[in-house]
C-alpha cells in the first residue's frame, strides 16, 4: 500500500475525529488493542463499518496476506466512505447482518452519516424520542454469507449494531463453532450476550482492561495462546 493513501486516510480519520482526542481516549485504547493482538495475516469481519476507524485498525495490522470484510448498511456511509477505499483486500457490503435473511427497518438519525453511531435495526429507548427515518433495508445472517463465500477463515469478529449484536451473534451461531475465530470483540454488554459466548468456550479478556477505556469488550477462544 502506497504511503500517499496511507496518508490520505490518515487525514479523513482526523478530520472526523476517529484517530483520538481528549473527547474520543477509547481511540488509543483500541489502537493499543489491535497491535497487542498480533492479528498480521489474520481474517478480520467489520460488523458496523460506520466511518470505518476499525477497519482502518485491521488493515494497519493484518499486513498483505490478512482480509478485512466490513458490512455498512447507511447508504451515505456506504457509497461515500466503504465502497471508495482502495484496498484489494477490503471487502465490502452494503446490507445488515442479523438473525435472519429479510427485510428489515433501519432507523437512520440525522442526514450524511450524522449521527451514525446510533443508526440501528433496534429502537432503542434512550433515542426512540428524536426524529429518524425508517427504511427498509436487506439483512443476512453470518452464517448465510460464510456458506456463500465457500466457508473461509475467520480469526477475528468486531461487532458494534447498536443493540443488534446479540441477534448477529445467533445468526452466526455455525460460522463461530465452526470457523472458532480466535477473537470476538462486541459492544453489547448483556447477560444473553455473556452466556452465549462461553457456552462456545470464549473467555472475558479482562488482561486487556490496562491498554485503557473502551466501548467494547474482547473475547477470546479458550486454548488460544
Known amino acids: 500500500m502506497t504511503e500517499t493513501i496511507w ?36 481474517t478480520c469481519l467489520d460488523v458496523g463499518f460506520n466511518y470505518g476507524w476499525w477497519t482502518w485498525l485491521f488493515l494497519k495490522n493484518i499486513g498483505r496476506e490478512g482480509k478485512v470484510y466490513a458490512w455498512e448498511p447507511n447508504k451515505f456511509l456506504y457509497e461515500n466512505y466503504l465502497e471508495k477505499w482502495p484496498f484489494k483486500n477490503l471487502i465490502g457490503y452494503d446490507y445488515a447482518l442479523s438473525d435472519k435473511t429479510a427485510e428489515q427497518d433501519f432507523h437512520i438519525y440525522g442526514e450524511k452519516g450524522k449521527y451514525s453511531g446510533i443508526n440501528s435495526l433496534e429502537l ?29 477463515k475467520i480469526d477475528l469478529i468486531k461487532i458494534d449494531c447498536e443493540d443488534h449484536d446479540y441477534k ?58
Open 7 to 42: 496518508n490520505t486516510l490518515h487525514g479523513y480519520l482526523e478530520g472526523n475525529d476517529l484517530l483520538g482526542s481528549p473527547h474520543r481516549p477509547e481511540r488509543e485504547s483500541e489502537k493499543n488493542l489491535i497491535e497487542s493482538l498480533r492479528i498480521k495475516g489474520f
Open 124 to 152: 432503542e429507548d434512550l433515542w426512540k424520542h428524536l426524529p429518524h427515518e425508517i427504511k427498509k433495508i436487506k439483512t443476512k445472517t453470518l452464517d448465510d454469507w460464510w456458506n456463500e463465500q465457500g466457508k473461509p
Open 168 to 225: 448477529i451473534l445467533l445468526g452466526g451461531q455455525q460460522t463461530i463453532e465452526t470457523t472458532r475465530p480466535e477473537y470476538i470483540n462486541i459492544e453489547q454488554k448483556n447477560d444473553d450476550v455473556r452466556k452465549f459466548l462461553m457456552n462456545l468456550d470464549y473467555t472475558d479478556q479482562n488482561e486487556y482492561s490496562h491498554i485503557g477505556p473502551s466501548s467494547s469488550v474482547t473475547w477470546k477462544q479458550k486454548g488460544t495462546l
